[in-house]
């Protein structure tokens, strides 16, 4: 049975720094797209950031562009999410996602996490 649990999540103050990780067990996702997404009250899931297994390859959404950065540890099935420079609008719950593609760029996910809270006061 595969499990994503995601860890690291909080409080933080706008401007400062939290690092999320997820851990998968259950199954390899060394060759898979790795994903994080978020979703804020009242508003739809989207999509934060992704990683391929070729290390370097990295997509993100706009919005979090240059002070968020994903990686990936294949030996250790864990990928991480460095969030930097977190703004009021940075609160959801984030989850972690893992696909059957290649594709950096899919956005059919197969696994998901159960989330993490990240809220940042102003």
């Known amino acids: 049975q595969v499990q994503l649990v995601e860890s690291g999540g909080g409080l933080v103050q706008a401007g400062g720094s939290l690092r999320l990780s997820c851990a998968a067990s259950g199954r390899t996702f060394s060759s898979a797209v790795m994903g994080w997404f978020r979703q804020a009250p009242g508003k739809e899931r989207e999509f934060v950031a992704a990683v391929a297994w070729t290390p370097g390859r990295t997509d993100y959404a706009n919005s979090v562009k240059g002070r968020f950065t994903i990686t990936r540890d294949n030996a250790k099935n864990t990928v991480y999410l460095q969030m930097n420079s977190l703004k009021p609008e940075d609160t959801a719950v984030y989850y972690c996602?893992?696909?059957?593609?290649?594709?950096?760029?899919?956005?059919?996910?197969?696994?998901w996490g159960q989330g993490t809270q990240v809220t940042v006061s102003s």
């Open positions: 996602a893992a696909s059957d593609s290649v594709n950096l760029y899919t956005r059919n996910y197969k696994y």
